[in-house]
């Protein structure tokens, strides 16, 4: 069938770096080996003191990835900066020490039509066995459900446990696909000023702006624990 132009859509991932010399090459890797190839890689590094800046920089300097260096601030800070160079239509956030699925960003587009926000599951990657944290069913989110949403994050975000909440990957900014114009026309920003929940204070803001938001029951992205 022809394929609709939104499974085209350009996704800038944007990974914050302090020093991470053991995972950041997997991390790059996960992205660069993605099925899906529509992608922009944005790597911020918040002032390392260690090698992790040059080795990717070396490393991959024949890949098309935008480096950008900044005095040691806050991850929220490295993030934000990450926002201003994003050209993609959907921004998504990984962590240095993280990677995504092989097939992340592609299942996120595929469901990404008509929505203003994809939101995945997660796997956390222990010593000894592999735990899904995540969405259990898919569904599409509208209105007041969005509404709810928010306030459940505000309620339950900062004390939270992801047994027992409908939809437990919410809080974080990964495994998630954002549209990078509701974030720089409406200026959402991670604040820089709280010592924990930057996450949430982002993901209520940019909330209040979605009109339908998805939700997938697939785990898009790996953490290491």
Do not use: H
């Not at 190839?37 to 990835?65: A, M, R």
């Not at 909440?165 to 696909?177: D, T, Y």
């Not at 204070?201 to 909330?207: D, G, K, P, R, S």
């Amino acid at each position: 069938r022809m394929f609709d132009n939104y499974e085209n859509d350009k996704v800038s991932v944007i990974i914050p770096l302090y020093n991470n010399e053991k995972y950041i090459v997997n991390c790059i890797d996960s992205v660069l080996n993605q099925k899906y190839k529509n992608i922009e890689i944005i790597i911020v590094d918040d002032g390392s003191t260690d090698n992790s800046y040059e080795l990717v920089k070396n490393k991959y300097k024949n890949n098309e990835i935008i480096f950008i260096k900044q005095t040691n601030q806050v991850p929220s800070a490295a993030r934000n900066k990450g926002i201003t160079y994003a050209t993609g239509k959907w921004i998504m956030f990984l962590d240095s020490d993280d990677r995504l699925e092989k097939r992340a960003i592609e299942v996120a587009i595929t469901n990404s039509k008509d929505v203003d926000l994809v939101v995945g599951g997660w796997n956390g990657v222990y010593s000894n066995k592999i735990e899904y944290y995540g969405p259990k069913v898919s569904e599409t989110l509208t209105g007041w459900q969005i509404k709810d949403l928010a306030t459940y994050l505000l309620s339950n975000g900062i004390m939270f446990t992801s047994s027992n909440s409908r939809i437990p990957s919410i809080e974080g900014p990964v495994a998630k696909l954002y549209l990078t114009k509701v974030i720089k026309e409406n200026n959402i920003m991670f604040p820089g000023d709280l010592q924990y929940a930057e996450d949430l204070v982002f993901n209520y803001n940019y909330l209040q702006l979605c009109r339908k938001v998805k939700i997938i029951s697939v785990s898009l992205y790996e953490a290491n624990r």
